[in-house]
C-alpha cells in the first residue's frame, strides 16, 4: 500500500522565511479548536502583542462561524445547522445571516457543479461518518455502511428542496430525512469572511489557504503543494489575494479488507470518489475554492476544466497513478 500522510502533513506547507529587518515582523499563530483541524494565521505586526490582538479576533470570528455551521453540536443561545437539521420536517428555523449566505453559496455551487459538490447530501455523508468513526475507535470490526442504508439516503439529497427564505431568514428541509452537511465548503467561505479587512496576512485553515494581500515587502506568499504519496513539495504557488485548496484521499478515510474508504463522496453513486488521490484548487474566492477541490475531486478532468472556466480559477490533479495534471492555462499565480 502506498504511503498515506499523517493528518498534519495534509495541510499545504507555507514556506516563509523571518520577517524582514527594521520594518514590521512576521508572527505566526496557531489553534486547534476551529473546524475540527488546525489553524495557522501569519501576519505582519508591530510587536506580538499587536499581532496576537489581531489574530485572536480572526479566531474569535472563525469559532463563531465554527459553531453556526456545526452539525454535531448545539450551543446555548445559537440555532446552528444542527438545529437546522433537527427541525427536518417539522418547521423553518431562524438563523444567522450567516448560515444564509453560506447556504446560498453552496446552492450556487450545487447548480454550478451540476450537484458532484452538494451540501445536502448529509443523510449520505453521515452514514459514511458513522462508519469512519466507528472504524477507527475499533479498527479490528471496521465495516462499511449498510448498502440499502446508502440506497435510501440517496432519495433524499436533493439540493433544490432545501427551502431558504431570505426575507425571514430561515431555513427549512420539508423532507424530514434530508439533512444539510456544508463541510465541504464552510473552511474555504468562512476564511475568506474573516479575512476581507486583513492586509498582509496568511491563513491556513486545515489546508485551505487563504492570502489577504502580499507580504510586507510586496512578495508573495509561496504555498507549497505536497506530493499525496511521498509528502514532498510537487508545486509552490505565489499568492497575494486569493486562495489554494486541497482536496485529497488521504485526509480523512478508514481501511476495511485493506481497501481505503476516504472522506468525500461521489453524489452519483454514494461511494468514494476514485478519479484522484488530490485536487488542489487556485481561486481568488476560498469558498468557491473550497468547493471546487471538493466538486473536481468527483469529477472527471474535462468536467472539471469546463467548471474552472466558469470560476475563472485553475488546478493541479494527482492521479491514482501518481501522475500530475495542470489546468488549461495554469500558472500557479494569484
Ligand atoms: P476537507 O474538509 O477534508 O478539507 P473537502 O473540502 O473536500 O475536504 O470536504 C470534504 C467534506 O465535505 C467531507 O468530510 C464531507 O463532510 C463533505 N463532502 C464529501 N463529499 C461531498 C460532496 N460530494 N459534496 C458535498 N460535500 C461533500
Ligand atoms: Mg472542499
Given at each position: 500500500m502506498r504511503r498515506r500522510l499523517g493528518a498534519l502533513a495534509l495541510a499545504l506547507l507555507c514556506l516563509l522565511p523571518a520577517g524582514c529587518a527594521g520594518g514590521p515582523k512576521q508572527y505566526e499563530a496557531t489553534y486547534w479548536?476551529?473546524?475540527?483541524t488546525v489553524t495557522v494565521i501569519k501576519g505582519y505586526a508591530d510587536s506580538e502583542a499587536d499581532f496576537t490582538v489581531r489574530a485572536q479576533a480572526i479566531h474569535d470570528q472563525l469559532l463563531e462561524y465554527h459553531q453556526l455551521y456545526d452539525i454535531y453540536h448545539d450551543y446555548e443561545g445559537i440555532a446552528n445547522l444542527k438545529t437546522v437539521n433537527d427541525s427536518a420536517g417539522i418547521a423553518p428555523v431562524e438563523v444567522d445571516r450567516r448560515i444564509i449566505d453560506l447556504l446560498l453559496v453552496c446552492k450556487a455551487l450545487y447548480a454550478g457543479s451540476g450537484g458532484a459538490?452538494?451540501?445536502?447530501m448529509g443523510s449520505v455523508l453521515s452514514l459514511w461518518h458513522e462508519a469512519r468513526e466507528a472504524a477507527l475507535a475499533d479498527p479490528e470490526n471496521a465495516a462499511l455502511p449498510d448498502g440499502a442504508a446508502l440506497e435510501e439516503a440517496?432519495?433524499?439529497?436533493?439540493?433544490?428542496a432545501v427551502v431558504i427564505d431570505e426575507a425571514a431568514s430561515t431555513v427549512f428541509?420539508?423532507?424530514?430525512d434530508q439533512r444539510l452537511d456544508v463541510g465541504a465548503v464552510a473552511k474555504g467561505y468562512a476564511a475568506a469572511q474573516v479575512t476581507k479587512?486583513?492586509?498582509?496576512l496568511i491563513l491556513n485553515l486545515g489546508g485551505n489557504v487563504c492570502t489577504a494581500g502580499p507580504k510586507a515587502d510586496g512578495s508573495p506568499w509561496v504555498v507549497a503543494v505536497p506530493d499525496?504519496?511521498?509528502?514532498?513539495?510537487l508545486d509552490e504557488l505565489s499568492l497575494t489575494r486569493g486562495a489554494a485548496v486541497t482536496s485529497g484521499d488521504y485526509q480523512r478515510y478508514f481501511t476495511v479488507d485493506g481497501e481505503i474508504y476516504h472522506h468525500i463522496i461521489d453524489p452519483s453513486t454514494g461511494w468514494p470518489a476514485r478519479n484522484w488521490q488530490s485536487v488542489t484548487v487556485l481561486c481568488a474566492d476560498s469558498g468557491v475554492a473550497d468547493a471546487l477541490s471538493t466538486a473536481l475531486f468527483v469529477l472527471d478532468q474535462g468536467e472539471g476544466e469546463a467548471l474552472l472556466a466558469e470560476y475563472g480559477a485553475q488546478a493541479i490533479w494527482v492521479d491514482q497513478e501518481g501522475t500530475v495534471l495542470r489546468s488549461a492555462g495554469f500558472t500557479g499565480t494569484l
Open positions: 479548536d476551529l473546524f475540527d459538490v452538494n451540501a445536502a440517496l432519495a433524499h439529497i436533493d439540493f433544490d428541509l420539508p423532507d424530514p479587512d486583513e492586509e498582509t499525496p504519496d511521498s509528502g514532498e513539495t
